[in-house]
Each structure stands twice: as structure tokens, then as C-alpha cells.
């Protein structure tokens, strides 16, 4: 006969009562039903784990075995425990990777909106750049991640969540603020652009020319916008990456290239198996998302 953790239950509620009777009220079970587990593990072990039949006290043996069994119980007690909470998702520990502009205003409204939803799942967000989020997916070192997406081959599962239009950000007494309408190409010059990585992944060849020929360029979104604000120059960036970067100090023009597009997708390893808490807070952001909306902001 093969060792159940049931005969375990039964050695450690009986020697932790001191005697059959009590062992067995714990445990809701007949005391000649403890008594007869009790032989099957002593049948078993061919040893005596008890002193005398009232079970009062241990032999060496049958301490030894008590310490091991209290030992199995707890790690078994433990892991069905985290079986049904991941099952149910009950105790969820969600780790997410975003780019900026979407952990600065997307993910505050998910929150703020599903804060009930949450109260049983530990929520871990960290922004980055997209090649971090996607280098940080590859590692497992996160469940989730939302940023831009190109490679096929990481072995990422994508859903695209938006698609963000880039525009030319300007201080508010620049030239370009005062145009009304779309920026064209041409009406940017090198020697007055700040560069970005957003912006450097732009397939226009005038945008292209742009970078390959601009002086200076940033890769920290809070020192991009400084240098705009203090009329250094102009930029290039997705309408939604200025919005949680006071934009009412900043002036947004939409670039006159329908093309010029930031699509945003949220990532998860397509060889791992999605925990239920993790899909309830790719859906609810999903939902978030579609309820924004994102023709907002000071752009003309």
C-alpha cells in the first residue's frame, strides 16, 4: 500500500491532541476510522509509531515520521491553496511592461475602473522603451507587455490595441505653432529638429533625411519636451506619448503623412500558459483602451 497524505493528517491531528478521541473529532472522522489509518501507516512502515495504544506518545520513530509528515502537509496544504487561487484567480501577481505614454494614460483609467476587480491581484507596472519590453518579455522577466511590435519572430503573441498618429510638437510661440492645418515634411529643417527613437522608426525617406542630417537628439521623453518647451527646436512624436507631459505648455500639429503611424500591441509569450488573472487584466485593458478616445489633445 502506497503512503496518502491522509494518513499523514491522521498521525499529525492525533499526536498533536495527545489521543484517538480528539484526533479524530478534528479531523470530523470516527475514532476507529483514525485508528485503522493509523495501522496501515505503522502496516506500512513496519514500525510502531505510537508508545501504547492510547496514542499519547511517539516513539522515535513515529516522531520522526510526524516531523516529515507536518512537513509534506504544510507544502501540500500550500500548493493547493496557490491551485485554486490561480485557478480563480483570487491571489494573481500580474507583471506588466508598457511604454510610457500608455503606463501614463491608459493605465491609470484601467485602474481607476477596475479597482474592485483588482483588490484580489498584485498589479506590478513598469515603463520602458519597446525594446525593453520586448527584451523583458523574451526573458519571462514580465507576463505582459505594450509596446510597439515588429518582429514576428520572438515567439510573441500580438493583439494590436491602437494606432497612435505622429504630429510635430512645438512650443506655443514657435513658427509651426502658429500654421493651422497638417505639417508637411518640408516644412521641417535638420538644424531645428530634435531626434528621437519614436521618430527614427518613421519609413518616410523625408522623415529619414530629417534624422540623418539633425544636430541634436534625445532619448529621455521628460528632456525632449524640456528642450520643446524652451524652444530649442521642434519634434516628432505619437499624439498620446505628449498627453501625460503637460500638454497644454505644448502645441500638437498632425504631420501631413496619413502613414505616419504608431501602432501600439499588447505582447504575451505565445508558448505560455496564461493565468486567469493575467487574461482578466489583458482584457480589461483592451476595454480600456476601446473607450478612450484618441483624437484628443491639442492638434489641429
Known amino acids: 500500500?502506497?503512503?496518502?497524505?491522509?494518513?499523514?493528517?491522521?498521525?499529525?491531528?492525533?499526536?498533536?491532541?495527545?489521543?484517538?478521541?480528539?484526533?479524530?473529532?478534528?479531523l470530523s472522522k470516527t475514532p476507529s476510522a483514525v485508528s485503522m489509518t493509523l495501522k496501515q501507516l505503522e502496516e506500512h512502515l513496519g514500525q510502531n509509531l505510537f508508545?501504547?495504544?492510547?496514542?499519547?506518545?511517539l516513539t522515535p520513530v513515529g516522531a520522526f515520521v510526524l516531523e516529515q509528515a507536518e512537513r509534506e502537509l504544510q507544502h501540500f496544504d500550500m500548493t493547493v491553496r496557490a491551485i485554486h487561487d490561480y485557478a480563480y484567480a483570487r491571489k494573481g501577481h500580474v507583471r506588466l511592461a508598457v511604454v510610457p505614454s500608455v503606463a501614463g494614460t491608459v493605465m491609470p483609467r484601467y485602474y481607476a475602473e477596475n479597482r474592485d476587480a483588482l483588490a484580489s491581484i498584485h498589479l506590478e507596472v513598469r515603463d520602458m522603451d519597446s525594446a525593453s519590453v520586448l527584451?523583458?518579455?523574451?526573458?519571462?522577466?514580465?507576463?505582459?507587455?505594450?509596446?510597439?511590435?515588429?518582429?514576428?519572430?520572438?515567439?510573441?503573441a500580438s493583439t494590436l490595441l491602437m494606432s497612435d498618429r505622429f504630429g510635430v510638437v512645438a512650443a506655443p510661440?514657435?513658427?509651426?505653432?502658429?500654421?493651422?492645418?497638417?505639417?508637411?515634411?518640408?516644412?521641417?529643417?535638420?538644424?531645428?529638429?530634435?531626434?528621437?527613437?519614436?521618430?527614427?522608426?518613421?519609413?518616410?525617406?523625408?522623415?529619414?533625411?530629417l534624422h540623418a542630417k539633425a544636430n541634436l537628439s534625445a532619448h529621455n521623453m521628460t528632456s525632449i519636451l524640456a528642450m520643446v518647451r524652451a524652444n530649442i527646436g521642434v519634434t516628432i512624436l505619437p499624439e498620446m506619448a505628449v498627453w501625460p507631459f503637460q500638454p497644454d505648455t505644448l502645441v500638437f500639429r498632425h504631420l501631413n503623412d496619413p502613414t505616419a503611424k504608431r501602432q501600439i500591441h499588447l505582447l504575451r509569450k505565445s508558448e505560455t500558459a496564461q493565468s486567469p488573472a493575467e487574461e482578466m487584466v489583458a482584457n480589461g485593458i483592451a476595454a480600456t483602451v476601446r473607450s478612450i478616445s484618441f483624437d484628443q489633445g491639442r492638434s489641429n
Request: net charge negative; charged share 25%; with cysteine.
Open 1 to 26: 500500500m502506497a503512503l496518502k497524505i491522509e494518513m499523514f493528517r491522521c498521525l499529525s491531528a492525533v499526536a498533536r491532541s495527545g489521543n484517538l478521541k480528539d484526533g479524530a473529532e478534528f
Open 51 to 57: 508508545e501504547k495504544d492510547r496514542k499519547n506518545k
Open 135 to 156: 527584451q523583458e518579455l523574451y526573458w519571462g522577466r514580465v507576463d505582459i507587455g505594450i509596446a510597439t511590435f515588429r518582429d514576428s519572430s520572438m515567439g510573441l
Open 173 to 209: 510661440d514657435h513658427p509651426i505653432a502658429a500654421q493651422t492645418g497638417p505639417v508637411d515634411w518640408s516644412d521641417l529643417r535638420p538644424d531645428q529638429l530634435i531626434a528621437n527613437s519614436l521618430s527614427a522608426n518613421i519609413a518616410n525617406p523625408q522623415c529619414r533625411d
